[in-house]
Antibody
Framework: EVQLLESGGGLVEPGGSLRLSCAAS????????MSWVRQAPGKGLEWVSA????????YDADSVKGRFTISRENSKNTLYLQMNSLRAEDTAVYYC????????????????WGQGTLVTVSS | EIVMTQSPATLSVSPGERATLSCRAS??????LAWYQHKPGQAPRLLIY???TRATGIPARFSGSGSGTEFTLTISSLQSEDFVVYYC??????????FGQGTRLEIK
């Protein structure tokens, strides 16, 4: 059974930092491209960042470019999102999602998701 | 960036009836469109990809159609567990992949 378990969310002040983790199991993590997707309160889904299966290629939404960094540790079956210079508008539930395949191959949709971790940016 | 627009924002339908949800893209996305179901507090679930292919384990009452800029998710014979939120997502032009704002399906 595929499982994605996010952790690391919490309350942080504007300008602060937080690192999210996503522990994966039940599939070949090292062979899977991954993404982070978020949902602000009362809003829809917004793609945040993506990473290729080997970690060589990463992509970020303009709204987080230069502030967030996606990475992975295949030996630990874990995906990360380092979030710096946090703003109030980054407040959201952050989901870890497994991509069906590489975006470059036209398979950039999400066949499994975690249940999310809440990040609140407030003073 | 491709903008995805879902309509209506809220759809009221009686259990056992059919629901038709719409999704429009600001430019053609071919058939590179997915639909997700999202229950509060749970992980979103992939329903449809390639505009019309049901994902593994998805009941046959869920069907998708369309191509280019106009897409439809149809749920026939609505069950109680279907009254949640649905999102469409294009993955033709990236980054970024983009989602619609969602349609909430409520019991009439």
């Amino acid at each position: 059974e595929v499982q994605l378990l996010e952790s690391g969310g919490g309350l942080v002040e504007p300008g602060g930092s937080l690192r999210l983790s996503c522990a994966a199991s039940g599939f070949t993590f090292s062979g899977s491209a991954m993404s982070w997707v978020r949902q602000a309160p009362g809003k829809g889904l917004e793609w945040v960042s993506a990473i290729s299966d080997n970690g060589v290629y990463t992509y970020d939404a303009d709204s987080v470019k230069g502030r967030f960094t996606i990475s992975r540790e295949n030996s630990k079956n874990t995906l990360y999102l380092q979030m710096n210079s946090l703003r109030a508008e980054d407040t959201a539930v952050y989901y870890c999602a497994k991509q069906l395949g590489l975006c470059s191959r036209g398979t950039c949709y999400f066949d499994y998701w975690g249940q999310g971790t809440l990040v609140t940016v407030s003073s | 960036e491709i903008v995805m627009t879902q309509s209506p924002a809220t759809l009221s339908v009686s259990p056992g009836e059919r629901a038709t949800l719409s999704c429009r893209a600001s430019q053609s996305v071919g058939s590179n469109l997915a639909w997700y179901q999202h229950k509060p507090g749970q992980a979103p679930r992939l329903l449809i990809y390639g505009a019309s292919t049901r994902a593994t384990g998805i009941p046959a009452r869920f069907s998708g159609s369309g191509s280019g800029t106009e897409f439809t998710l149809t749920i026939s014979s609505l069950q109680s567990e279907d009254f949640v939120v649905y999102y469409c997502q294009q993955y033709n032009n990236w980054p970024p992949v983009t989602f619609g704002q969602g349609t909430r399906l409520e019991i009439k």
